[in-house]
Structure formats: structure tokens, C-alpha cells
């Protein structure tokens, strides 16, 4: 026993002293005190300012940190193979785990340091354990979505459950992290490489050429820069980290829930460790052969289902509802088309204002294009707000549309949130400072390591644009920049994993799908199922990507199931939306709930509509 265990357990250097049935007499004396902690934290601890100190007596074993009463930047949380709990965040847990930077040779004494956040139960009568989140990407950060979403995500799972989160290889507090500029991302010359960025690959004559050069310039420098840390940031090295966790948690299998490219990661920890699964929730499915290929175009399937959505629902709610509104549908969609052909030629120009923007504006046609697919991921959220910008366009008027891009509408599915030098020290980040969304250098490094390298060269990536414009008029020519990041990608993974996607799991996989998704269709989610017997694919008549961009509380109540009794909805259920595109919604209204069935459902539906608002990471962006 070494001094710091020593020291926490209470024994002195004079412990050779004590009469052997004296020392018995305390052995027990302490068995049954964990014995009774035991019992108090399973059935409602009294003590409620030692909560983490219960929970961590459920592993007797394991020495107990102190100083989880609280610690005040990550730089505090000391990185430790063995899983360490500091309190964090007022009523969070944050941990640093080491392990081997190379699964594949862990002799190798270079160690990678997952950062990882936990929300605990907060009904402790019927305890089932954690449940992993991963918010999508690749390049999210699960702790910033733990953080800020943890109490939405247990009240659909359950409150007996944990909520876990963690920053994967590459992302956030994780080290090491993958920088293509090797320094924040304010930096000066990221600031002026992204002003360089060209136009939309349709814009003009060339602009495909355009971007392809620009996409592999960026592709040589970030490579040059990450190095051979790049070569283990990918899939396989990150499911293997999920299985180290849920060892060190003293878990048997795992329980995850992972949205967009989070099902991805789900799929591939299945496919590697089929015998460790208890529960996989997977929404917004990845086709896990078609991703790991590289350059796919099935990923489009229902794109221009979702903005036909748009212009259905906009033309159902009528002109009090969407500004946007026309005689038919057909007629809202030749407005749009109308406004796109013109702003080629003629760019709508804002005049700077010192009350909003202080410099003057161009809205091109690359960014209305750029913000019409961005918007898709969110209709409930952006339909509206779009409508209202693209009438004011139609009259010259760019306002709006500024407004709405300058909110995070042009960058709704990337989501970004990168540090300000004055917020302090993005190492060593305090409660009150914010930690990133996500990390698109992560992004990059990780899908194009993930998959195969794009061949063909430009001639190649020209015919690839053309196939995606052919399937999709809304966003075919936008979504091609998923791939373009990988073009001239010089870094090849150590471990390469690409399939097959398949195995006898544990217990059976929930795949979840919206019928119309903008990047993640209902095809993949039914080609992954067939890969793992007795899995069951639910779908949500819904548009926008993942089943939370709308709430149903009929979708949460049966993941909730899963989670609690692991069992699978019927074969073929399908679920109803709680709204419509351009219908207010609000629960606010029905705050009249008597029992407690009524208040926990109208608890669920405020969840889901948090969940819905909170920002989105779109795959490969």
C-alpha cells in the first residue's frame, strides 16, 4: 500500500504494531461500514453532499479521491490509468484516462489521455448503470453535450441511469489533440485560410477546380502538421478506448446512445466486440460500408425529401406561418429557384449598420446554397427563419438573411465554438469557460483515416459532384465538400478496420431512423441492421437529420424501454412526430399535468425539445 493510498485509508507507519485480532476487529469494522454505505447509496443516500463518495464505494476496491469534492480546471483532473472521479462543474464528474496511444502495440510507451464526464443517476432505487452519449462528427466533443444536455438525455433513458460522456482521440481536453494549424483556432492564419474559402463547387465555371485545390492544400498543410499522431485518431482506436472505459468502470457490456456519426462508432465497437453490447441505441444511422469506402453518394438518398418538406409544409401553414408561402408547392420551389439564378449574376449587397454589422456584406449564391443544406438538418428550428430570409432576398433586401447567418445559421450543422483569447486558457478551461462543440481538424483527420483515400484525382472529384448534383437539386453540390476535405489525404490509420459490419451481439441493436434524412437515410440504418441478428430498425415519419431534430414522445418512450427492460420495439414501428414543420411549438401550455405519469410525460416533452434546439454536428463537416 503506498503513502497516498496509505494516507486516504487512515493508516500509520506503525500498523505492524497492532495486535493482529485488533486489526481483525477493525477489518470488519470496515466491512461493514461499506456494507452500510452500500445499502444507503443503493436505496437513497442520506448522505447527499457524498454522493460521489457513495458511488465510488460501490467499487470497495477502488481508493477513493478526495478531492472530488471539487476541482476548478481540467488541469486539476489528474490523467490516471485507473479511472478517477474529480467533482467538476458544480454537479458533474470528470475523469482523465490513460491509455495506449497504440492498441496495436502496447508495449509502445506513448499514452493518449481520454478525457470523460459523468452525469450520475439521479434516482438511485433501481440503478442501471451508464449510458454512453456520442453527439456525432466525427470531431464532436461528448463532454461539451454532456455537460450542457446530460439532464434531457437521462430523462428519456431514465433516471436510474449515469449519463457518460467523453472528448474521443484527437478532440477538447483529450490529448493528444489534432491541430492543423498547431495552434487555436483564432489563429491569424486559420482566420485568413478560411476567408480564402472558394465558392460553392456549382457557382461559376471552375469553381470546382477552385475548390479541389483549395481542399488539397488544406489536406498537405493539416497532414503536415498532425504527423504521426494522426495515424491513431481513427474508428477502431476510439471503440477499443470505449471498451477500456467500461472496463475500468467495472462494467460488463456496454449501454450507448450515439447520433449521426456516433452510430458509426457504435457500429464498428459491435462489429469488434459483439460479446461486450448490452444496449446500442443508434439514431441517424452511417451505412458503415458505404462510409468506410470513401466518397459515397448514398448518403443523399433523401435529401430533396426534406426540402420538399419545406415546401409542403410552408404552402400547409399558410402565409401567417411561412413568409415564404405560395399558391402550391410547386410555386414555392420556383420562387427559390427564381432567387438562386439571380443572385448569381446579382449578389445581394447589405450596407454595413453600426447597430449590427460593421463591415458591408455580399449574400452570393454559395452561401444561400450553403445555408438552404444547413437548414435541412433542422427544419423545426430554421424552416421558419429561412422563409422569412429568403422573401426578403426575393425583394433585395439581405438583412435577414445576415441576421440569420450570424446566429449560426450558415453553420448550423458545424457548430463550432472555438476559444477567444481573452476566455482564458483553452488548456486549462474553468467551469465558467465554455469547452468547444467539436473540432473540424479532428474531423478531418479521423474521416480520412476511417475511409479510403479518394482516387481520380480533380477529373475524379468532377465526376463525383456531378453524381451527387444528379441526385440531389437541393444539396447535391453543397454535400460534396464531405468528401472534398479527403482529397490528397496523406495519412494512412495503423489499425484499418472496414468490415465487415456485422456479428452476433450480445443483446440486439435498436437502429433508429427518420424516414426522410437529409445525410443519414433510413437505407443505412436497414443495411446496417442486416449485419446483427434480431436487431430491429424503428423509424420516425420525420424530416431532418436524426429523430431529434422533431420530437415524438412515441420514439422516446420506446428508447426508454430499451434501456430499461431491453426491449426491442415491434418490427416495423414507425413513429409520429409531435410537430410539423412551421407549427409553434411549445409545452409550456400544458403545464397541468396532476399525476405523476402526466408531469413525468410533459418533463419528457420539454427534454426532447431541448435536445432538438441544441446545436448540431453534421457528418464529415
Known amino acids: ?33 461499506c456494507v452500510l454505505g452500500l445499502v444507503l447509496w443503493r436505496y437513497g443516500s442520506l448522505w447527499e453532499d457524498t454522493k460521489a463518495l457513495g458511488r465510488q464505494l460501490g467499487h470497495c476496491g477502488q481508493v477513493v479521491d478526495l478531492k472530488s469534492i471539487g476541482v476548478q480546471s481540467w488541469s486539476e483532473v489528474k490523467p490516471s490509468s485507473n479511472l478517477v472521479w474529480y467533482r467538476c462543474y458544480d454537479e458533474y464528474d470528470c475523469a482523465k484516462l490513460e491509455v495506449p496511444l497504440d492498441w496495436l502495440d502496447e508495449s509502445d510507451p ?76 483564432s489563429s491569424v492564419s486559420a482566420l485568413l485560410w478560411e476567408l480564402q474559402d472558394p465558392p460553392n463547387v456549382d457557382a461559376h465555371p471552375g469553381s470546382v477546380y477552385d475548390a479541389y485545390a483549395y481542399a488539397a492544400a488544406f489536406s498537405r498543410h493539416c497532414a503536415d502538421n498532425i504527423g504521426d499522431i494522426g495515424r491513431f485518431v481513427n474508428t477502431p482506436n476510439v471503440a477499443r478506448d470505449m471498451l477500456q472505459m467500461i472496463d475500468k468502470l467495472g462494467e460488463d457490456k456496454l449501454q450507448y446512445w450515439g447520433f449521426s456519426y456516433g452510430t458509426f462508432l457504435g457500429t464498428t465497437f459491435a462489429a469488434l ?64 429557384k427564381n432567387i438562386l439564378a439571380d443572385l448569381k449574376i446579382h449578389p445581394v449587397i447589405v450596407p454595413s449598420s453600426p447597430s449590427s454589422n460593421p463591415r458591408p456584406e455580399i449574400v452570393s449564391y454559395s452561401k444561400v446554397r450553403r445555408m438552404i443544406s444547413a437548414a ?23 438583412r435577414p438573411f445576415v441576421d440569420l447567418t450570424s446566429q449560426g445559421g450558415e453553420e448550423l450543422p458545424l457548430c463550432e465554438k472555438q476559444y477567444d483569447s481573452k476566455d482564458g486558457d483553452p488548456e486549462s478551461p474553468t467551469p465558467e469557460v465554455p469547452e468547444a462543440e467539436g473540432n473540424r481538424d479532428a474531423t478531418k483527420a479521423i474521416m480520412c483515416t476511417d475511409a479510403r483515400p479518394a482516387e481520380g484525382g480533380v477529373e475524379g472529384f468532377r465526376n463525383y459532384v456531378d453524381t451527387l448534383a444528379g441526385m440531389s437539386k437541393a444539396a447535391g453540390t453543397t454535400m460534396s465538400n464531405m468528401w472534398m476535405g479527403c482529397v490528397e489525404w496523406g495519412i494512412k490509420a495503423k489499425w484499418q478496420f472496414r468490415g465487415p459490419y456485422e456479428g452476433n451481439t450480445s443483446h440486439p441493436i435498436l437502429f433508429i431512423a427518420n424516414t426522410a434524412d437529409n445525410v443519414t437515410p433510413l437505407r443505412s440504418a436497414l443495411n446496417n441492421a442486416k449485419g446483427f441478428p434480431g436487431s430491429v430498425v424503428m423509424a ?43 407549427e409553434r411549438w411549445d409545452v409550456t401550455s400544458s403545464l397541468s399535468g396532476t399525476t405523476d405519469e402526466e408531469r413525468e410525460l410533459i418533463t419528457l416533452d420539454q427534454s426532447l425539445l431541448k435536445l432538438m434546439e441544441a446545436p448540431v454536428l453534421a457528418l464529415g463537416h
Open 540 to 582: 420516425q415519419d420525420s424530416y431532418g437529420h436524426t429523430t431529434l431534430s422533431m420530437p415524438s414522445r412515441c420514439s422516446a418512450l420506446n428508447i426508454r424501454k430499451y434501456f430499461q427492460t431491453g426491449e426491442l420495439p415491434t418490427p416495423g414501428t414507425i413513429c409520429a412526430p409531435d410537430y410539423l414543420p412551421f
Open 376 to 398: 435541412l438538418y433542422r427544419p423545426l428550428v430554421v424552416f421558419p427563419s429561412l422563409a422569412e430570409a429568403l422573401t426578403a432576398l426575393e425583394n433585395g433586401d439581405g
Open 110 to 185: 506513448r499514452r493518449a489521455t481520454i478525457a470523460m464526464i459523468r452525469y450520475n443517476a439521479t434516482d438511485r432505487s433501481d440503478y442501471k448503470g451508464p449510458v454512453f452519449i456520442n453527439p456525432g462528427g466525427p470531431g464532436g466533443s461528448g463532454i461539451w453535450y454532456v455537460k450542457h444536455l446530460a439532464p434531457y438525455y437521462q430523462s428519456v433513458v431514465g433516471r436510474n441511469h449515469d449519463i457518460i460522456s467523453f472528448d474521443p482521440r484527437g478532440i477538447g481536453m483529450t490529448l493528444p489533440s489534432v491541430d492543423c494549424w498547431n495552434s487555436t483556432y
Open 1 to 33: 500500500m503506498d503513502e497516498k493510498v496509505s494516507s486516504l485509508m487512515g493508516v500509520s507507519s506503525l500498523k505492524t504494531r497492532i495486535s493482529l485480532p485488533f486489526r481483525l476487529l477493525i477489518a470488519r469494522v470496515g466491512l461493514v461500514l
Open 273 to 336: 466486440f459483439p460479446d461486450r453490447v448490452q444496449r446500442l441505441a443508434l439514431d441517424g444511422n452511417v451505412d458503415a460500408k458505404e462510409f468506410s469506402s470513401g466518397a459515397g453518394t448514398h448518403f443523399l438518398d433523401d435529401t430533396d425529401a426534406v426540402m420538399n418538406a419545406f415546401y409542403r409544409h410552408c404552402h400547409r401553414a399558410g402565409p401567417l406561418l411561412c413568409a415564404f408561402y405560395a399558391n402550391n408547392p410547386e410555386a414555392i420551389e420556383e420562387r427559390l
